[in-house]
């Protein structure tokens, strides 16, 4: 098969290449899927270049999720050939015209939902919603500030917490991503780069701050966003996009009488937990209602994935990158 692969760590630029490798052959329980699309994620940067918590071992194909049709099943699979499946790949492989899936981290598609759907749902959806209903407990009438939101799991996070009655403030670099963050639902915008990110927030929130705060950004922007939240806040850490991790005084946790949340949502699967195959069928129902659907920014042939990941790289992306063959 042929497969985007790198032999060292570094950036896609240099080390990335369209190569032919052996198709992998499932194991005990895991199929073999025909790649239809695959979505494109953030840290598939950071696994190219070794920084990901996941080291996939050299050579490695990069790629975290996909969709396509099960070619062939290792005998304890629950899959069959035929069967239409997207899987999340924890270390990457999915870049390829084949990839496997674990019995607990793949999931069959029923035919309303696209490939292109499927390919950019799980990872942002499952993580934005975990995050936001089983850490944060995210409830009706309560402010949530989303940081970096119009991003892949920015953009998630707006609509689910509109879908769970909060008020959304959006929080993004420019007039046009924020343009994106008001089209999914969020009811006041600020760009962080031109605007007073605290006193804004303590205007929309009438000084009192945000309940919830949903961070895939980190960096310096936390220095801010520490200063408006309110009392009884919870504030899931999600990433470090903006490329550093903050620093905390205990005494704010304490004067705020505040929660600091971790969510990993690969976690969820790697441990076996069933909530992922619940959530998967949630998403299912609720594209189906029309009340959420993944916001496409750029749909790309495999020869330009390269293109795709500059496209992160260079933040000019809103939503997802998809991928097709
Ligand atoms: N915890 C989990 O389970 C989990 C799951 C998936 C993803 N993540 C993490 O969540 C983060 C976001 O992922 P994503 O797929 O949503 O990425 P994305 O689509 O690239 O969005 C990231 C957003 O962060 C903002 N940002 C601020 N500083 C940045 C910088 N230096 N470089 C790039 N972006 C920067 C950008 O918004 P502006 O341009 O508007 O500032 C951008 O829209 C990543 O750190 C990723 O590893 C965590």
Redesign the pocket.
């Known amino acids: 098969m042929h497969a985007w692969q790198f032999e060292r760590y570094g950036n896609y630029k240099q080390v990335l290449h369209w190569v032919e490798r052996p198709t992998p052959t499932p194991g005990h329980d895991q199929a073999l899927v025909r790649t239809a699309a695959v979505s494109l ?3 598939d940067l ?1 696994i190219i270049e070794g920084k990901y918590q996941h080291k996939a071992p050299l050579p490695a194909v990069p790629g975290v999720e996909g969709v396509g049709v099960v070619e062939a099943v290792g005998p304890a699979s629950r899959f069959r050939v035929g069967d239409r499946v997207v899987g999340f790949a924890h270390s990457g492989g999915t870049l390829a015209d084949y990839f496997l899936v674990d019995n607990n981290a793949a999931w069959t598609v029923p035919a309303h939902v696209t490939d292109v759907q499927a390919a950019a749902l799980s ?2 959806y499952g ?1 934005s919603y ?2 936001l209903e089983h850490r944060a407990q995210l409830k009706a009438g309560e402010t949530l500030l989303v ?8 953009t998630a996070a707006i609509q689910l917490g509109r879908l769970m009655g909060a008020n959304v403030i959006a ?4 007039a046009a ?1 924020l343009e994106v963050c008001r089209q999914q639902g969020a009811q006041h915008l600020i760009d ?1 780069r031109r605007e007073n990110l605290v006193e804004r927030v303590r205007e929309i929130t009438a000084g009192k701050g945000a309940d919830v705060v949903y961070d ?4 310096e ?1 936390f220095d801010q966003v520490k200063r408006c939240v309110a009392w009884g806040s919870r504030y899931v850490v ?6 550093s991790i903050p620093q905390l005084e205990l005494n704010r946790i304490l004067l705020k009488n505040m929660s600091f949340l971790g ?4 976690q969820y699967l790697d441990r076996g937990s069933e909530l992922p195959g619940k959530t998967q069928q949630l998403f299912y129902d609720l594209i189906a209602r029309g009340q959420i659907d993944p916001v496409i920014y750029k749909v790309l042939p495999f020869s330009e994935t390269p293109e795709g990941l500059r496209l ?2 260079s ?1 000019e ?4 990158v998809v991928i097709t063959r």
């Open positions: 994620n953030f840290p950071l990872v942002v993580t975990f995050g940081l970096g939101a119009a991003g892949g799991v920015g929080c993004a670099g420019d991503k962080y895939p950004v980190g960096g922007i999600i990433g470090f996009a903006g490329g969510l990993a949502w690969g992160i790289e933040r992306v809103y939503g997802k």
